[in-house]
Structure formats: C-alpha cells, structure tokens
C-alpha cells in the first residue's frame, strides 16, 4: 500500500496524541509509584502482590508476540482489512476535521461498551479476557494484563466503523479508549465529583467491574464513559468492599498458566460436548453454561437438583 501524505490537521493531531500520551504516562507510573510506597508504609507489600503483578507485566511480550501474528495474516487488522473496506466498501468517507475526531471518540467508546460485554457473556471471548480478570488485586501493572487474543477480538468487533471512518482515525479512539482505562485501575483513588462519576468510568466503577461478589458480576463496562452502563441496565454502585479476582481463582502467577489457563478449561468444556449443538453453545453460551455431562457431574457431587447459574 503506498503511503499517503498527511494533511496538516492529520499532523496535528498525531502530534497532540503523542504529547498528551506521554503526560498521561507520566500520571499512570505516578499512581503505580503512589499504590507500591503506600504498600511498603502500611507494611501490605507482600510476595503474593509482588509476584501477582511480575506476572501481569511478564505477559506483555507473549500479547506482543500474538498481536503481530494476528496482524501479519491480517484476520481483525484495522489496517490490513479495515484499509479495503474503507477504500472500497465505505457507506460514508468521514473526513478528517475536529468533529470527525470527536464523533470517532464517541464511537470507539460506544462499540467497546459492547466488545466488553461481548467478553463477559461469551464463552470463548471470555477464554482470553478472563485473563484480565485473573489478579487478585487491581492496580497499575494489572490494568495491563491482556489475553493472548484480545487484540484479534478488539480489531475484528471494531471493523464496521471503518465503513465511515479512516482505519487509522479508529485506532486512535480505540488506544485513547485503552489509555484512558490505565488510570481507573486503582484503589487510590476512591471517588471524584459526583458529575464526573455519573458521566465517566472512574476508578470506583471500575473496582466494581473487577470484583467478583455476587452484585458486582458483570456490571460496569464502560471504557470511557459510564453511562453507556447505566443506559443499558448494567451499572452497581461500589457500595461494599471489593472481592477482586474470578469465581475460580488461579493457583500459579506463573505467566504461562495466566495467559492460557481461559482456553485451558475452555479446551475441557468442549470435552464434555455429546453433540454438535452442545459444541456451538460452548462457543457462545456464558461462561457459567455447562453442557449435560457437566450438568449431571454437578448434580452428583452436590446431591441436587442442577440449577444453571451464570457466572
């Protein structure tokens, strides 16, 4: 593909996203330093947090490694894909101005209130997101701990815009949209304005989103904004102290294990399959759908009645 030249606004933009990026790190590795020297003062900085949070930056180079594979074939790509079919499909071209940048950031945010549903209530979306969800603990290195093929599913969910918008425009919204998430990963923060609570994802929503009591499952996707969740009926106050991690938590912070360990019991769900029905719902049932043999194993160890429960 031949390189296009930039237009000056495509220049400035470029260049407002890298300054304001770096300031934007420069404040994450300040709440990281802030959330490790409050935990040597308060004498809470134990190995099980240390190692926890080696593990979430040691399975960085692995995501790294199978992001560019997905990319190099080119299947979820926005530029490889997204490039054709803004270029030949497009319903609208959106040009490049203020408002396109601003109507891309709405939009991004909106279809990853969606994806991040989709990664909660659908099985093999879940196998790589439950990743994420695996720390004990929520804090800066945490935030950063993504499944082996997140990025294949980000790419692939955000392909439609690329019918209005420039492949490159969608990316933008959707590393803003990953960047701003870095910072709500935290229990430093407790709450900011009541406006800025209702209006946006802050660090006290995003606790929420993290632990796994009972009231707190499946709540609070929002990336930026929080009210795609209280629109859609999937918003919960942090009202009581947060219980971090999944229902069945890992045994090992071994990188590996994290990293695989959702398509590990993915690969067992499908073992249990007895047809090709059962098969399909492991795919994309929720992650709490058990198939009839798993049924009847639960019934048997319990001495009950099966009764689904999603988790």
């Known amino acids: 593909m031949e390189s296009e030249q930039l237009t000056p606004f495509q220049t400035q933009v470029y260049q407002i996203y890298d300054a304001y990026g770096l300031y934007f790190l420069a404040f994450i590795l300040a709440i990281g330093a802030w959330e490790i020297v409050s935990r040597i003062y308060r004498r809470r900085l134990s190995w099980h947090y240390v190692l926890d949070s080696i593990s979430s930056i040691a399975t960085l180079p692995l995501i790294a490694v199978m992001a560019y594979l997905a990319t190099l074939i080119g299947i979820g790509s926005i530029y490889s894909v997204g490039n054709v079919i803004y270029g030949q499909y497009a319903i609208y071209q959106v040009g490049w101005s203020i408002g396109s940048v601003l109507l891309v950031l709405l939009a991004t945010d909106f279809w990853y ?19 994420h969800h695996s720390s ?3 804090n ?28 490159a425009l969608v990316l933008i919204g959707i590393i803003a949209n990953q960047i701003y998430q870095a910072w709500i ?14 209006l946006f994802s802050t660090p006290s929503h995003h606790r929420v989103h993290h632990g796994r009591n009972e009231q ?7 990336g930026c904004l929080i009210v795609w969740d209280r629109i859609f009926g ?11 991690g999944i229902t069945k938590p890992l045994k090992s912070q071994d990188p590996v294990s ?28 929720p992650p709490g759908w058990q198939t009839s043999l798993e049924r009847e194993r ?6 009950l009645p099966y009764l689904e429960k999603t988790i």
């Not at 800066?140 to 918008?165: C, E, K, N, Q």
């Not at 935290?186 to 209702?198: D, L, N, Q, V, Y």
């Not at 707190?216 to 929002?222: L, Q």
């Open 216 to 222: 707190y499952i499946d709540k609070n996707y929002g």
């Open 234 to 244: 999937t918003f919960e106050p942090e009202d009581e102290p947060v219980e971090y």
């Open 140 to 167: 800066i290195p945490m935030a950063y701990r993504f499944g082996p093929l997140d990025s294949f599913f980000t790419g692939l969910v955000h392909l439609p815009l690329t019918l209005f918008f420039d492949p």
């Open 136 to 138: 004990d603990y929520i």
């Open 258 to 285: 994290v990293l695989f360990h959702g398509f590990w019991r993915f690969g067992v769900k499908l073992t249990t399959a007895r047809s090709a029905g059962e098969i399909l719902y492991c795919f994309i049932k």
């Open 298 to 303: 639960h019934a048997g160890l319990e001495g």
């Open 185 to 198: 990963h935290t229990e430093k923060i407790k709450k900011m304005p009541a406006w800025f609570e209702f």
């Open 113 to 131: 209130y969606w994806e991040h549903r989709a990664f909660h209530r659908i099985n093999v979306m879940w196998a790589t997101h439950t990743v």
